[in-house]
């Protein structure tokens, strides 16, 4: 009974963790899209993809409608898309994408989560022709599903790979195909999806068990700032 308590309560401290870390980014996304584009998800595509993701991780309804009418407010105009670009340890890049409100605090965590973990910020731009930028979309494959029907529809929107692991469906495509192919998607009535923008290896490296959970760990650090959205590396 004690060790099924304590499990319960572990599970759940990971779940209340996650959502700690996850919802804030997801509320700003959803706020900056809102505040781009205007607050109605019908006419806002971007807001709808990013109100899907939120969907998809399970956030409330209530931190959804927040984010949306927090972009009318003062703090919505102050969020802006900065990146930085970084060397890490054993031979790992790092590309990171923020939204913030303040880049000299930004980039002030930033090089001091790196600086401790034998890693060091690079001048911008110098490792983007490292990365290509590719759309990246994925839901659960619900048993009624004809994926052959629906790789042929998303080929004309810009699919370039379709592929299944256990019964999530991923696709890619080029990044200019983001619009296409989420608007696809939607159109063929498939729910709980959710899209964005990452930045895939050129030139993947191979490491070690050791030498991964090094990069990781300093992954980690950079994905608990606030201001964080995304950290991409070159690991294979």
């Known amino acids: 009974m004690g060790r099924a308590f304590e499990y319960r309560r572990a599970s759940k401290e990971k779940r209340w963790d996650k959502m700690s870390k996850v919802f804030p980014k997801l509320a700003r996304s959803i706020t900056m899209a809102a505040k781009s584009s205007g607050p109605d998800p019908e006419t806002n595509r971007a807001l709808r993809t ?136 939607e159109s063929l009535g498939i729910e709980n999806v959710k899209a964005n923008l990452q930045r895939i290896p050129n030139s993947p490296v191979q490491m070690n068990e050791k030498q991964i959970e090094e990069v990781e760990a300093l992954i980690d650090k950079i994905e608990d700032d606030d201001d964080v959205q995304s950290v991409f590396t070159n690991i294979a």
């Open 50 to 185: 990013a109100i899907s993701n939120a969907k998809a991780e399970n956030m409330p309804k209530d931190n959804i409608d927040k984010a949306i009418k927090r972009a009318s407010g003062k703090d919505g105009a102050l969020y802006n898309e900065v990146n930085y670009e970084a060397k890490g340890p054993q031979g790992s890049l790092l590309f990171i994408e923020t939204a913030t409100d303040n880049t000299n605090r930004t980039v002030a965590n930033l090089k001091m989560i790196l600086n401790k973990n034998h890693a060091e910020m690079v001048t911008t731009g110098s490792l983007e022709f490292m990365f290509s930028r590719k759309a990246v979309i994925q839901f659960q494959k619900q048993g009624d599903m004809d994926m052959d029907e629906i790789e042929l529809e998303l080929i004309d929107h810009g699919l370039e790979e379709l592929s299944i692991n256990e019964r999530t469906v991923y696709v890619h495509g080029d990044f200019k195909s983001f619009g296409s192919l989420t608007a696809a998607i």
